[in-house]
């Protein structure tokens, strides 16, 4: 749980200690989800290895504060792409990011969302592209909240069994297992996908 610097160990023990923990930790995944390019893993594993008891619900929370800064994505892409969201994009230096995910997402719709919000990468294209598109906003928040909880729940599970380990762990295996992950949530719903087109 080593900090960088004794400011943010002393930030990190405030909030720790602090009734509003979970609003803070709710602000801080929306924040990241919408535009802190910081992991919010940085912050969640070592406040779960501090609040054992804890560990599900500060899971549900970030879990909720990424659903609700990724409906907001969906609006201005819907409402405000051509003001808000292309100096956005402009702004945080997405575009070839975001060419990239909306060819994907054409092809694959709602297992491009699901694999960009498992893996560690921002998760702001698929918002915006989702709501431009027009994509149903309930399969979004569904897919949304599939890849999320599978990333903040499996973070959860991880600290469950290992403790103060599960910092070195994440940062050793994040990518791979991400991937491994990814990999198998996009493996099954393509399954399922083909499934249901032959049957229908």
Not at 45 to 55: E, K
Not at 87 to 103: K, P, R, S, V
Request: hydrophobic content about 55%; overall charge positive; some cysteine.
């Amino acid at each position: 749980m080593a900090f960088q610097s004794e400011q943010a160990q002393r930030w990190f023990y405030r909030i720790s200690q602090s009734r509003h923990m979970l609003w803070v930790l709710g602000l801080l995944s929306f924040l990241e989800t919408i535009i802190v390019p910081v992991p919010i893993e940085v912050v969640l594993i070592p406040l779960m290895a501090t609040n054992p008891s804890r560990i599900w619900t500060l899971a549900t929370v970030t879990t909720a504060g990424c659903l609700l800064a990724a409906i907001l994505g969906y609006g201005v892409g819907m409402v405000l792409y051509q003001s808000v969201g292309t100096w956005f994009i402009d702004t945080m230096g997405m575009q070839q990011g975001y060419e990239a995910f909306q060819t994907f997402f054409d092809q694959y719709g709602f297992v491009a969302i699901l694999a960009v919000g498992i893996l560690p990468v921002p998760f702001q294209v698929a918002m915006i592209t989702a709501g431009l598109s027009g994509y149903p906003i309930y399969l979004f928040v569904l897919a949304a909240l599939i890849a999320r909880g599978l990333r903040y729940f499996g973070l959860a599970w991880l600290v469950h069994c290992f403790g103060d380990r599960a910092q070195k762990l994440w940062r050793r295996h994040a990518v791979l297992s991400s991937l491994a992950a990814a990999a198998i949530v996009i493996g099954i719903s393509l399954a399922m996908q083909s499934l249901a087109n032959r049957l229908l």
